[in-house]
């Protein structure tokens, strides 16, 4: 009788190859002159260090850090810093690269750059996190610096572990030139320096992008449903900002549960709910629960991935019935999923410059802090919100000029700011 054999699983993408493979596509469409794409196509920087930290038992446990610095053509590196149980170098090398990509398409004075801590963060205590955050400064060392490489929060990280950041670097400096380094990272809280409206920046960004999408496709955004996966800080946020102009939440996804309701879920009773919780949305009565499979096959007219990267992909891209996807999260769709996506007409607003609100405001804050400025948050929004509009109708031009679609016309818009500056300056020596 003949044995039968089993066919080996399809090996899933990484997001490092997945975003080299959609460098070479764009450099390849623009024809990007060959001594800047070789420089483009490797990192600068790459660090990785192990510490060791002393935990509330008593116990010592030695964590490791990376952080990756892409190119610094524009500026200073910019990029977030995660704590999650998939950060490693690849991930960090991949996050990096859109970083640059994505400083260079808001037109900001950045380079790209990208870290974390491999890390459960809900398996520590505050004052463990405190101690891992401080060490892991510590070890970074000068290779961080306000001129030089300036984190921000990321997946798993917030205004408080950027303070304990920005305490850390700014004490090992001397007293006279501390003030200077407080804004080593961006995303501060506001009375440690931090910029009114930096919170809601990326989220309130994903909104603007949607309503350029919008306004270019003459839809009506009143009574448009739409699904959110994660719900962090982006993910709230663009929950917020788009029932302000007249849409409905039908369905949410965290890693904890998966929700659905067709008459509307509140937001703001959701998030109340998630910070009593631990952050989990795992018991939520304002919507049924169901399987997490089903999530992105709910009917909807805007779906917006606000959580990993690769989370959507030929197993599930199909499902998804929506018109426009708006990537709120780094990464969220993989080359396989994509393709279903554009084969069945669905609009995508690419990562690149749907999610860059955060690194713009990251921006005004690291200038603010500069020229010993404090700005109000009504006017943080509107010059976040004029910059991703000046983003958008660049990005829609290149797209119609090359006959390729928006993410091939965000990379070119990117890739064509870093050509001109390279062959404006050359190359030392």
Known sequence: MATQTKEAPVRKEGMYEVVMKQFTHAADIMKLEPGVRKILSKTNTEIEVNFP?????????????????HNNA???YKGGLRYHDTVDLDAARALAIWMTWKTALAGLPF??????IHINPKNYSKSELERITRRFTYALGDNIGPDLDIPAPDVNTNAQIMAWIADTFSSTKSPSTRFA??????GKPVGAGGLAGRDRATGFGVVANIKNWAKLKNVDLKGKRFIVQGFGNVGYWTAHFLLKEGCILVAVQDVSASFRNDKGIDPEAMLEFSMANGRSLKGFTGAEEIDPGKFWGVPCDICVPAALGNQITAANADQITAKLLAE???????IEGEAILKKKGVDIIPDILCNSGGVIGSYYEWLQNKRAEIWKIEEVLEM????????FGKVAEAAEKYKVDWRMGA???ALQRLEDTYMDRGIFP
Do not use: C, M, W
């Not at 930290?53 to 610095?69: A, P």
């Not at 380079?111 to 974390?116: D, F, I, L, P, V």
């Not at 380094?181 to 961006?186: A, G, S």
């Open 328 to 334: 709120g999260a780094n990464g969220p769709t993989d």
């Open 384 to 391: 976040i919100h004029d910059k991703i509009d000046t983003s």
């Open 181 to 186: 380094n407080l804004h080593v990272v961006t």
């Open 74 to 76: 524009l500026g200073p």
């Open 111 to 116: 380079g790209g750059a990208k870290g974390g």
């Open 411 to 413: 990379y070119i818009v």
């Open 53 to 69: 930290v002393r935990l509330d038992n008593g116990q010592i446990e030695v964590f490791t850090g990376y952080r990756v610095q």
